[in-house]
């Protein structure tokens, strides 16, 4: 599978992360991370797309767009993110999913924010 990443070459990217799945409620959740060469538009040499869609809307979104930088996108709003390590962004991505769950599911006892 072939990604659109401008300006990089593919062979130099390396897939470090995919994950794609369908929660019990059929919302879609993916994470791609890639190791890229260090560049003005990506000096962490990570290239990121984090999304959670609900019935075909984005509802949490985080990427590093090489115009924008890190920035997350919550229900339409985007937000500047800072960058420590993927797996930190990882966690800050599914405790946003959760969220979002919790405002569209409620919570384990059925409680909704």
Known sequence: MRYNIPY???EELKLLV???YRTKEDDLIEIKIWKVP???EFPDEIKYSLT???KK???VGYDNERTKGHHKHIK????KNEFKNYSKLIEEFNE???NIQKELYGDKNGNKN
């Open 57 to 59: 809307e984005r509802l």
């Open 52 to 54: 959670f869609i609900h």
């Open 76 to 79: 339409g709003k985007e937000i």
């Open 18 to 20: 995919h994950n794609r």
């Open 8 to 10: 990089i070459v593919m």
């Open 96 to 98: 946003d999913v959760k």
């Open 38 to 40: 260090k560049s003005g």
